[in-house]
């Protein structure tokens, strides 16, 4: 039996190792770096990066998990869309009305997964000709 399955390379250690990349590269290239482009700016397009690395996987988190009909691949991916809203929540988004948008394009997206996930599975279970005798 194989010690690493491409399920746990791909739902630990990948994120594990961008993560520890993400680190590695703030660490060691922001003290350099400020020297040559203003901290700030510079500090936008690390975040930037590493939010889309982040949504990135949501995203397919959700998308494995709704094709594969695979529950804990959408409980997860679903999580990490409401961690990123929360965490998202005080530094992204200025007004009251914007943040109030957020939670509901997250709970119209969680809604959608969830309609598309159930649709799936129903499809899956429900017999091919119902009522009927192979």
């Known amino acids: 039996k194989r010690l690493i399955t491409p399920e746990f390379r791909n739902q630990v250690l990948a994120p594990l190792f961008i993560a520890t990349t993400y680190l590695i590269a703030w660490g060691t290239i922001m003290p350099s770096a400020s ?12 975040g930037i990066i590493a939010n889309a690395i982040f949504i990135y996987h ?5 998308w494995a998990g709704c094709r594969d009909i695979v529950l804990r691949r959408v409980v997860v991916g679903s999580l990490m869309l409401a961690v990123w809203i929360f965490a998202r929540f005080a530094d992204l988004f200025d007004s009251l009305l914007a943040r109030g948008a957020m939670f509901i394009v997250m709970g119209a997206a969680l809604f959608a997964v969830a309609v598309i996930y159930h649709r799936k599975k129903k499809k899956v279970s429900t017999p091919i000709n119902p009522g009927k005798e192979p």
């Open 35 to 46: 020297q040559f482009f203003d901290q700030k700016a510079f500090s936008i397009v690390i």
């Open 58 to 62: 949501i995203v397919a988190s959700l």
